[in-house]
């Protein structure tokens, strides 16, 4: 598996190991992680701490994004698909889209680009969070 | 004018104080506000402390946004946009759309309200902003 995406991965499983929801993220230039992130909404109490906008803020104020791409275990919802088309990043790679639709339609009509790798291993963490705690998933998505 | 709109607007001017963009937004929900912010991306180097992110991380993990108004001085960007669209914000009352245009269209494609006061005061605090220190304004929306 790409190595960025193990990473996102390994991000998921912290969140998960400290109570929180598992979706992770990296966000490369050039060949190298910069930055790392995952969902701390229960963490932090925080409803905006999705796994990307985690992973932008923890980059910090790096000016442009043009040669960045995003991976995120999980396919970006409207608030993290906003932050990646207002800040320009050009690239994104999900872990899958199964167990959430997501913004890649919108993401793309933005030109960005949008790669979908279908890991079963992303699939199954979501699943048994979902069946866990689903309370807690529903309010992340603001249903 | 709309007391809520002032109350945005008293936000945008304590960001300024600070030596941040001065954007300001309330969220009112029933008649009342519970929650202010403004951007403070200068403040806490953070590049998604827009405003209505500001604004909706300070009221909390309040679950169910659909009885909720949110106000800012300024024309949510895509970022805030998302944040507005994913966690279900009804309507949207920005203080202007000339300084910057932001993502009205979109909100508007998926069921939000938005209303535009275009207001003098709006746009002259961004105005005289944009040209004291134009790069930070162009960092922040990602130009």
């Given at each position: 598996m790409d190595t960025f995406m193990q990473s996102a991965i390994e991000e998921a499983k912290k969140g998960l190991e400290e109570g929180g929801i598992?979706?992770?993220?990296?966000l490369v230039r050039k060949g190298e992680i910069i930055s790392r992130g995952h969902n701390?909404?229960?963490?932090h109490d925080d409803p905006l701490a999705h796994a990307e906008i985690d992973c932008i803020r923890n980059a910090g104020r790096i000016g442009k994004y043009n040669d960045t791409v995003i991976?995120?275990?999980?396919m970006p919802c409207y608030l993290c698909a906003g932050a990646i088309v207002q800040f320009g990043i050009k690239k994104v790679i999900a872990g899958e889209s199964d167990t959430f639709e997501g913004a890649a339609d919108f993401m793309r009509e933005?030109?960005?680009?949008?790669?979908?790798?279908?890991?079963?291993?992303?699939?199954?963490?979501?699943?048994?969070?979902?069946?866990?705690?689903?309370?807690?998933?529903?309010?992340?998505?603001?249903?």
């Open positions: 598992p979706i992770g993220s990296v701390r909404r229960v963490q991976y995120s275990t999980l933005h030109g960005v680009e949008v790669v979908d790798l279908n890991i079963e291993e992303c699939k199954e963490i979501m699943k048994e969070f979902i069946r866990e705690k689903p309370d807690i998933w529903y309010e992340d998505i603001g249903k």
